[in-house]
């Protein structure tokens, strides 16, 4: 199974899709969340980096099991 990533920006912030060539069947979406302009110690900043923490391992766990998807697939076919 090979896959096709698309990654690019909306309104400034990160996107990537990552799709199956073939079918172009999307598989993962995933947005890098935009940070407001805020002071380094207020209550919003520290939400917003525990939102970005967050949205970095959505995306790694969405990698992983794309990952564990295609093993196991190839596994059962016997490849």
Do not use: C
């Not at 935009?34 to 917003?48: G, H, I, M, V």
């Amino acid at each position: 199974m090979h896959y096709r990533i698309d990654a690019y920006l909306v309104h400034g912030n990160p996107r990537l899709q990552i799709k199956e060539a073939e079918s172009g069947t999307v598989r993962l979406v995933w947005d890098y969340p935009k940070r407001p302009e805020t002071k380094p110690d207020s209550e919003q900043a520290l939400a917003q980096s525990l939102a970005t923490e967050e949205a970095l391992h959505k995306l790694f766990r969405g990698l992983f099991l794309l990952t564990t998807t295609q093993y196991l697939n190839s596994q059962v076919k016997g490849d």
